[in-house]
């Protein structure tokens, strides 16, 4: 059996947009480093500490940009896409301008 070892990651999302993965084990190393402020190594790229706007996980990443995409999640905790809405009747997700299929709720 190949069990090969997963490493937890975390994501370093910077105000220009950029992501850097880390090894969450070194979250612990990094945060001295950003509370002192100034650049700072990750993973051999140089960052400046006030650049970044915080470290997530990279489930909480995939929301954030989700979410900035204009993406929304429905009462079941699914992702639906941007300009779709809930039929008020019904509940059915309806993409954007449409009726609803099931009942024919606006
Ligand atoms: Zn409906």
Known sequence: MNQEIVKELR??????????????DR????????????????????VNAKDIVG?????????I??????QWKDKKGRWQDKGSRECPTCGNILPWG??????GGR
Do not use: H, W, Y
């Not at 940009?65 to 204009?70: D, F, M, V």
């Not at 449409?98 to 009942?103: F, P």
């Open 27 to 46: 979250i612990k190393d990094i945060l001295p480093k950003l509370e002192r402020g100034g650049f700072i190594d990750v993973n051999g790229e140089i």
């Open 65 to 70: 940009i989700r979410r900035k995409n204009g």
């Open 55 to 63: 470290i997530f996980t990279p489930q909480a990443m995939e929301d």
């Open 11 to 24: 994501v370093i999302s910077l105000r220009n947009g950029a992501e850097l993965s880390v090894e969450a």
């Open 98 to 103: 449409m009726r609803c299929g099931n009942c």
